[in-house]
DNA sequence: ATTGATGCAAAAGATTTGCAAACTG
DNA sequence: CAGTTTGCAAATCTTTTGCATCAAT
C-alpha cells in the first residue's frame, strides 16, 4: 500500500467518525454547525494530546472564522458526549484526547521531557471497579496518571 | 479516655510532626519563619482536603500577617518536601492534603457532591509498578481518581 | 550585616460569561 | 421564524512574579 493510499484510508475512517459524532449530537438536539464539525473534524483527526489552545490555532488555519469560546464550549460537549477525554497534565494545564475508535488507556508522563506513554492493563481496571463497588462507588471515569522519567531520559541521565 | 485528653494527644503528634518538618527545612537551608510555621501547622492539623485559598484563610484566622503569595509559596516548599501532596480535582481545581503519618492512598472524587473518599488497594500499587517497569518508566508519582457518584449521592438520586 | 522571605499589587494563564448579531432546523 | 450558537471582549479564578521592605541567621 502506497503512503498515499494509506493516508485515504485513515481520512475515510475520520470521516466515518466525524459522522457518527454528528448524528449522535443530532440526536441529543444540538444543532450541527460549520464551527462544531471543524472543530470535532480536527480533533478527532488529531492523533496525539492537544491543548484546548493548540486545538484553536489548528482550526483556524482551516478556517479562521472559529472563535476560542467555541473551541472551549464544543470541547466541554465533547467531554460530555464522550468523544474526547480530558486529563489534567498535573501542571496546572489540561490536554485532550479523542477516545473514538481509541480504546481505554492510562498515562505514564515524564516529567523530563513531558512525553505522554499510553498504556494499559485490564486487572488494573477490574481492581478499580471492584475498590469502587466495596464502596457503594459508582464510576462514571477515572484518571490513572503514573509520574516520573521515561527509559529515554532516565537513559540521558 | 476523655474527648479533651484526645484532642490533647492529637495536637501533641501534630506537634511532633510540626517539629519534624522544622528540622527537615532548616536541614535544607531554608529558613524557619513565622508564617512558615504557621502554614504547616495549619496543614498538618487538616485532616481533610483543603484549597490554597481554604488555608489562606485557616491561617488568616490566626494570625492576620499572612498572605496569599506565602501560603502559595509554602505550599509549593512542602510539595517539594513530600509533606502534602496535591490533587487535581478534574475541574481545574486543586486540593491538597498532608502526607506525613498517613499511608499512601488514592481518590475517589464524588461529581455531585465533591466529596474525597480515600481507598487503599496494594495489588493496585503492585500492577502500577510492573506495568512501569515493563516499559522503562520510571515512577516517582502516582495520581489515581475514580470519578463518579458516591453512595450517598446515588441513594439520593 | 547578609541574604533569603514576605507583602502587595500587578501580571499571567486558562477558562467562562453576557450579550447582540448570525445562523440552524 | 424561533430558538440556538457564535464572536467578542470583559470578567473570573487560580497561581505567579517583581520589587521594595523586613527579618532570620
Redesign the pocket.
Known amino acids: 500500500m502506497t503512503r498515499t493510499a494509506r493516508n485515504a484510508n485513515r481520512d475515510d475512517t475520520r470521516d466515518l467518525e466525524v459522522v457518527a459524532v454528528e448524528s449522535a449530537?443530532?440526536r441529543l438536539?444540538?444543532?450541527?454547525?460549520?464551527?462544531?464539525r471543524l472543530?470535532t473534524e480536527v480533533a478527532l483527526g488529531n492523533h496525539d494530546h492537544f491543548?484546548?489552545?493548540e486545538l484553536l490555532v489548528l482550526c483556524q488555519r482551516r478556517?479562521?472564522?472559529?472563535?476560542?469560546?467555541?473551541?472551549?464550549?464544543?470541547?466541554?460537549?465533547l467531554e460530555q458526549a464522550g468523544v474526547v477525554e480530558?486529563l489534567d497534565t498535573g501542571?496546572?494545564?489540561?490536554k485532550f484526547e479523542h477516545v473514538v475508535g481509541h480504546e481505554h488507556h492510562d498515562h505514564m508522563v515524564c516529567r523530563r521531557c513531558g512525553a505522554i506513554l499510553e498504556f494499559r492493563d485490564d486487572e488494573l481496571e477490574r481492581r478499580q471497579e471492584a475498590a469502587a463497588a466495596a464502596r457503594g462507588f459508582l464510576i462514571q471515569s477515572h484518571s490513572l496518571k503514573l509520574f516520573g522519567l521515561c527509559r529515554a531520559c532516565r537513559e540521558r541521565e
Open positions: 449530537m443530532r438536539g444540538v444543532r450541527w454547525t460549520r464551527q462544531r472543530i491543548g484546548a489552545e478556517d479562521p472564522r472559529v472563535s476560542r469560546a467555541t473551541v472551549y464550549r464544543t470541547l466541554a460537549m480530558g501542571d496546572g494545564g489540561r
